[in-house]
């Protein structure tokens, strides 16, 4: 009996998630002419503030990111500005109601827990929460973006057809244009250079040349996105004839265009990030171990603080709420953090947070009691963790806000080529990684000569 109870209500569930997508989709239709918008809008209505709203079940109990979720009660009312669900604490995008039952699409990674109805506006909202939790089901997977397995070249062309040099770098901007460096080194043209990657293509920007662009080495973008910050290394005068360690590309010119923005000589610089907030622009020396910002009032390079000696090769990178600079010490196998002072805008405090200096290992762990090797280019998500490519563990770790280190993608000390399942794909000497706006993790794969993908949903 409780089977067929069980069957009668899944049948109802799906036929009920199809009368209301249709009756959306209608809705959709009748408003494409200007004269039934009007008419639409007048039976909008808001709950009943003398009827208690409530609510009975939901359907369907699992699913992952985009599933389609009715829920079921009384009083909802049919004016959506009153309606908000959450699913563990995560909006869930609401589509319509029609008064008894409300129709919202899954966010993505909201995991386990609780779904829940908050009704009303400002300060006169109501939440009610469903007994059972949803069950969230993840999907995740790793596949091939763009190059050919093990080919290194400078080949433009369809994401298929092109050759990538040892990837160096990658971000994506806010429309998920993705951005990388071929690793170069000196002046020849074919030995390093900036590229696009977007809408199945991957085109050349520019080439190591004569210019303030001959041995780049990281790349970020301002806080409006229209201006794109690149560092070179700059290791000596035999390899190159310029001073720009920090050199800018104008989203105006299609960043074809670069120029001089901080100038220093000599500084083998390897790490670059931008506030979040206040757009200063912080680098780093190899040679003397100090990093620096650039004070764009005066032009001068300010020299903030040495960490912990000389010859550190960093990548760097701040926290979105501009509090935290997270510092991967690459060549020493560990993560520093820097507090941001909103007062003095300098950099303070700064401790050994995960990892230990100059031992290299795979450990997961939390805080010292982990173990990296060579700590590169990273990303924070949404929710405060931290994901470093971690290249010589071929492999990808997650750190949480607390300091505790897991394997997130890749196979430990395993170098290699394998789509798939994050725990059983394989990464060859990983270098850094980005979000873009779609959710996924886009990996630079320097020695597969390839761009990976990281979807988890």
Request: hydrophobic fraction near 35%; charged fraction near 25%.
């Amino acid at each position: 009996m409780k089977t067929k109870e069980k069957s009668k209500h899944k049948a109802l569930g799906f036929s009920t998630i199809f009368v209301l997508s249709l009756m959306f989709l209608l809705v959709c239709f009748v408003n494409c002419d200007g004269q039934f918008i009007e008419e639409e809008q007048k039976v909008v209505v808001p709950p009943d503030a003398n009827k208690a709203t409530e609510i009975t079940s939901y359907f369907p109990d699992s699913g992952g990111a985009a599933t389609k979720m009715i829920l079921y009660g009384s009083n909802f009312g049919t004016d959506t500005s009153y309606i908000k669900v959450t699913v563990n604490g995560k909006n869930a995008r609401v589509i319509g109601s029609d008064g008894t039952s409300i129709l919202a699409i899954v966010p993505a990674r909201a995991d386990t827990g609780l779904v829940s109805v908050h009704i009303g506006k400002g300060n006169d909202v109501k939440t009610l929460s469903y007994t059972s939790e949803f069950k969230y089901q993840f999907k995740r997977a790793v596949t091939t973006l763009a190059g050919q397995k093990g080919q290194s070249g400078e080949v433009d062309g369809t994401y298929t057809t092109c050759k990538l040099k040892r990837p160096w770098e990658i971000v994506s901007d806010k429309d998920g244009v993705l951005y990388y460096l071929d690793e170069g080194r000196g002046l020849k043209n074919t030995d390093g250079g900036l590229r696009r990657v977007y809408d199945g293509q991957v085109t050349a920007i520019m080439r190591n040349s004569g210019g303030p662009m001959q041995s780049p080495t990281a790349l970020c973008f301002n806080t409006a996105q229209d201006t794109l910050y690149l560092l070179n290394s700059l290791w000596n005068a035999n390899d190159m004839n310029t001073d720009a360690a920090v050199a800018m590309l104008p989203r105006e010119a299609n960043f074809s265009i670069i120029k001089p923005f901080a100038r220093a000589r000599y500084t083998r610089a390897t790490g670059l990030a931008v506030h979040p907030k206040t757009g200063e622009v912080f680098y780093n020396s190899q040679v003397d171990g100090y990093i620096y910002k650039h004070n764009s009032t005066t032009g001068a390079e300010e020299q903030l603080f040495q960490l912990n000696g000389t010859d550190t090769e960093l990548r760097m990178k701040f926290h979105p709420d501009g509090h935290t600079l997270f510092i991967m010490v690459k060549n020493k196998h560990c993560i520093y953090k820097a507090d941001y002072d909103d007062t003095t805008r300098k950099l303070k405090n700064y401790r050994l947070w995960v990892g230990q200096w100059g031992s290299a290992g795979f450990m997961d762990g939390i805080g010292t009691g982990a173990m990296l090797d060579q700590p590169g280019g990273a990303d924070v998500d949404e929710d405060g963790n931290l994901y470093v490519a971690d290249k010589y563990n071929h492999c990808i770790r997650k750190i949480t806000p607390e300091g505790e280190v897991s394997l997130y993608a890749g196979t430990a000390r395993s170098a290699g080529y394998a789509d798939g399942e994050p725990s059983e794909s394989k990464f060859d000497q990983p270098e850094s990684l980005c979000f873009a706006p779609d959710g996924a993790m886009y990996v630079a794969d320097r020695n597969n000569h390839l761009i990976r993908r990281v979807m988890v949903e």
